[in-house]
């Protein structure tokens, strides 16, 4: 009986310090996980819709391309889907410059490794007349943000 | 006082020119730098056509670059916004500085190739059976240590090639099932390469990575004497067991009719004999102290002619074209570029299939080879053993393919990741940084 008492103490005691010594571990560990970034948000601004000529414009900051067609607007990320690197626009198509792949105006591949097409980003304008993307959203291949007269969407 | 200093000296340096048998002997014993080694050693061990004193020079290139890296550590600021103020001040206002840089970088490439090369010999010559194969584990262990090391330190210059090299890297290994996205995040220190990845791989690369390849190399080392010295020991044991000398039958023996034919002394000798040995200090010590001179002089021949690439700061926002990986990594980057498999809607990345699973399926075959290999003992520590033919002939096949992959991503590769020919013109492609 006494040494019954006596073992479960001893597991007790051995065991809470084994216990703490692997929690710290993996403390430790968890503090690799930062809970803070300081990386730039999701939705952010970019120029008004006229400062935008007709094409594409590359927008190096975002690294997304804007896609005027007279009124109608639309934005395509310039990430390519295989590794990571930015697509460089030549007059009738995306090119990587890391892999080799290949898309069509559209962001879809035409070619080389990358597994999807080019992501096609939310678009609105903003209050004060900015045009907004959430590269966080991603929206259907034909959307088109057409713009009116009033600068309104 | 000119007696007395040279007393001194021969007081302090005899044990690594002894006089005689018996100083030999007691140089290990008496001296911290030599007491790890055996007092003698086999003769054929120090054959420089067996091994090529690869480990040694693996080793020497370690201490090199420990020695220049935390040279380096002096001038280098982890930070985004001075890494690359501070590679450029050691290149134009430290003395030495870039000479330091050069010697460090070359030692770092001269190194992913020789412990290369090392395990090439260890695998031609079949030194990886028995209880030598947990030191064959342990090398490549040791080599992806060494590449990865490489890896971090690319980051560090902070400049177009660093930066890009990384974004591909990082990606591959978000590939990884399951753990992958996990693996990129923790790396990355956030979901992009910034300070927290500079000051991460800049960490790895001069503490944690460093300590694990010095205690593994200390492991390899205590494991090499463990297993008895070099493999090619035992193709000395294998003749002497073919050829057992013809002894008379001893009288006890063959009186008390115990044994027939030979002595038992006889059969139970597949030792070395005191022929086979020679002693440590100075047969080993002077050749280590040989091959560390001619690898460090190398390495500094290299720094003084040719300088380490520096390209423009980093720059997230435009990748340079073409953008490559180090030499060592290109075949990967290859891999990666031209094994996208599409089958209808279904298609499985290039990352996964050339930057995941077939370099992990070719280092769990490498490191699995020695309990694949069913050739006989006897092919043990033997140049290119007749009974290993095929398996050479695999290894050999593989690593050219590696180096072909090697010389097709550096020299053909042009703008956009197009093959062009050598002497074809490649399109101008406008530098945006």
Not at chain 2, 259 to 276: F, R
Not at chain 2, 365 to 394: F, I
Request: proline share 6%.
């Amino acid at each position: 009986m006494d040494s019954d008492r006596r073992k479960v103490l001893r597991f007790i005691g051995k065991g809470s310090v084994l216990a703490a010594f692997l929690a710290q571990i993996g403390a430790a560990g968890r503090a690799l996980f930062p809970n803070v970034l300081y990386e730039p948000p999701s939705r952010f601004k970019l120029k008004r819709p006229d400062d935008y000529p007709d094409g594409y414009t590359l927008d190096e900051a975002h690294r997304l391309y804007v896609i005027r067609q007279k009124d109608a607007f639309h934005v395509i990320s310039a990430i390519c889907t295989h590794l990571g690197c930015n697509v460089q626009w030549r007059d009738t198509e995306f090119d990587c410059p890391c892999h080799g792949s290949r898309f069509r105006p559209d962001g879809t591949v035409i070619s080389g490794p990358a597994p999807g097409p080019l992501d096609w980003f939310s678009t609105t304008v903003s209050p004060d007349g900015f045009l907004e993307v959430d590269s966080a959203k991603d929206v259907a291949r034909d959307f088109q943000l057409i713009i009116g007269a009033n600068g309104k969407a | 006082m000119g007696d007395q200093i040279k007393a001194l000296w021969r007081k302090t340096s005899w044990a690594w020119s002894p006089a005689s048998e018996r100083e030999s002997s007691e140089a290990i014993v008496k001296n911290f730098w030599l007491h790890w080694f055996p007092a003698k050693v086999a003769r054929a061990s120090m054959d420089w056509n067996y091994s090529f004193w690869l480990g040694t020079a693996s080793a020497s290139l370690l201490l090199i670059l420990t020695i220049t890296g935390v040279m380096l550590m002096f001038f280098y600021v982890p930070s985004t916004e001075r890494a690359y103020g501070s590679i450029k001040d050691l290149e134009y206002a430290v003395s030495f500085g870039r000479l330091l840089r050069n010697q460090h970088r070359w030692a770092a490439e001269g190194m992913v190739a020789v412990v290369y090369i090392h395990m090439a010999r260890v695998f031609f010559t079949g030194a990886y059976r028995g209880t030598r194969a947990i030191n064959w584990v342990v090398g490549v262990v040791l080599f992806l240590a060494t590449l990865f090391l490489s890896f971090t330190g690319y980051l560090l210059p902070w400049d177009q090639l660093a930066f890009w090299a990384i974004t591909v890297g990082t990606s591959i290994a978000k590939q990884a099932p399951l753990v992958g996205p996990t693996i990129q995040f923790l790396l990355l220190g956030g979901n992009e390469i910034g300070q927290q990845t500079l000051l991460r791989f800049y960490v790895l690369h001069v503490f944690f990575l460093p300590v694990l390849v010095w205690v593994l190399f200390a492991y390899h080392m205590w494991r090499v004497r463990k297993d008895g010295g070099l493999a090619v020991i035992e193709r000395v044991r294998n003749e002497r067991v073919m050829a057992p000398k013809a002894t008379p039958k001893t009288k006890s023996y063959s009186l008390f009719g115990l044994t027939p034919g030979t002595s038992v002394q006889v059969m139970s000798s597949t030792g070395l004999e005191e022929s086979d040995q020679v002693f440590s200090s100075p047969n080993m010590s002077r050749r280590i102290a040989l091959v560390f001179l001619v690898v460090f002089n190398l390495t500094l021949l290299a720094a003084i002619i040719f300088n380490a690439p520096l390209e423009g700061l980093a720059n997230p926002s435009v990748t340079p074209n073409p953008a490559k990986a180090p030499w060592y990594f290109v075949w990967l980057q290859e891999l990666v570029a031209s094994t996208t498999v599409r089958m209808g809607d279904f298609t499985v990345s290039g990352a996964l299939l050339g930057g995941i699973l077939l370099p992990g399926f070719l280092l769990a075959v490498l490191t699995m080879w020695p309990w694949l290999d069913r050739s006989p003992r006897s092919a043990e520590g033997r140049w290119l053993a007749p009974e290993r033919k095929r398996q050479n002939a695999t290894f050999a096949v593989a690593t050219l393919a590696i180096i072909i992959l090697i010389m097709v991503g550096v020299y053909l590769r042009g703008p956009y990741w197009r093959l062009y020919w050598p002497g074809q013109p490649r399109p101008e492609t406008p530098r945006l940084y």
